[in-house]
């Protein structure tokens, strides 16, 4: 972070200035505070950053900012609500540097995406990404922060839960290209509808530079319709798009594909596999192309994808094919996971599916849904873990998949999927995180005996 003097945060914001200093840094936790920085006291539902004022300034912090009226031992910023003044200094601080940057959000793949489009580009310029989960209103600012005089572009992932949380990020965001990745039912229980799942993703134009690109997936029904005068929008897809995906392979583990793009033509080899990261890729090299990057190095960046986490790594473990997709889940995902499945060479092809978590209402009808899908993917064995799981076993039997299975425990499941799964067979590990579906993991694991290829 370059240096701010605590006058013109405080002006910003909106606030009040009590004394002078110059700040190097703002955090939001003590564990963070840096000497110099600026201490901002965040009030929770469980917990009130004002509290730990005194250890925030023992630790070397040179200011603070509060929202309560009490007066701290050091310089000091008075605002009415610290979490908007975080995201309003956020912005202020952002408007500083004319780079690109990269504002993107959607149901599912946002990770993944932006995983892909920092790659495509950080070959062109030396970039920052969002890290881990810092995509919400408190975790954006922490990113924009880490902007200095020596990076040239940035990728930042937005998240939301309601409506008028990506307005409010944005804002301090301001990209120069924006990327919606599909309009799925993450959070329908809050947003009513995949439409109100729309309006809500697009508040991302509200902050979007005017005549900036907005790039969209043209293959999903609901962003395909959008149309916005203020700003260019593009397409990508496999159906339809500005940026097409032709001539799809997947072999080994990787997928090679051909974009078509404004009469030219650009193969890619990304080491993963799922037609939903053929999206994935397509979006990041559209991406690409708005900020100027060498089609050929994108590609050539593309290729050095790394799956993060559990997002969908895929492993050998004793002659199977096993794929790790256990950070997240909804019914979408769940989608792509399945196909994934159905589409990946081996002999039984075996569903290890846990609760889909955050769906309220929702809920019985989504495991439904994916039951549904485990029969129409062909999967030959469905093993499923949670208290909604039952939605999985009735709708999958009812559908006409024979070999679906209960447990209520993860150790009778783990018992039982290495009985059942032998080389040359593939199985895939999908739940929401919560569900930690990586003990059943690493308990088969032992039985099978490790062999990364």
Partial sequence: MEVLNIKEIAAACNGECFGDAEITNAVIDTRKITKGCLFICIKGERFDAHTFIDEAIEKGASAVMICEDIAPGCPYIKVGDTAKALLDMAGYYRSKFNIPVVGLTGSVGKTTTKEFTYLVVNSKYNAIKTQGNLNNEIGVPQMLFQIDNSIEAAVIEMGMNHFGEISRIVSAVKPTVGLITNIGVSHIENLGSRDGILKAKLEICEGLQEGAPLILNGDDDKLNTVKDNKHKIYFYGIENGDFKAESIE????????????????????????????????????????????????????????????????????????????????????????????????????????????????????????????????????????????????????????????????????????????????????????GMRLEDVINSVYKKWGKENE
């Avoid at 999967?379 to 447990?407: H, M, P, R, T």
């Fill in 250 to 433: 997947e072999n080994n583990g990787s997928t090679t594909f051909t974009v078509s793009y404004f009469s030219k033509k650009q193969k890619i080899t990304i080491p993963t596999i799922g037609i939903h990261n053929v999206y994935n890729a397509l979006a990041a090299f559209a991406v690409g192309y708005f900020i100027g990057a060498d089609p050929e190095k994108s590609a050539q960046a593309l290729s050095q994808y790394v799956p993060a986490g559990m997002r969908q790594k895929t492993v050998c473990v004793g002659g199977i094919t096993s794929i790790e997709d256990c950070y997240n889940a909804s019914p979408d995902s769940m989608r792509a996971a399945l196909r994934t499945l159905h589409d990946t060479k081996g002999g039984k092809k075996i569903a290890v599916l846990a609760d889909m978590l955050e769906l309220g209402d929702y809920s019985k009808t989504a495991h439904k849904s994916v039951g549904e899908m485990a029969a129409e993917n062909k999967i030959d064995y469905l093993f499923a873990y949670g208290e909604n799981a039952k939605y999985y076993v009735q709708s999958a039997k009812d559908n006409g998949l024979v070999n679906a299975f209960l447990f209520d425990n993860k150790e009778d499941l783990s018992k039982k999927l290495a009985e059942t799964a032998s080389r040359g067979d593939v199985v895939i590990f999908k739940g929401s995180r």
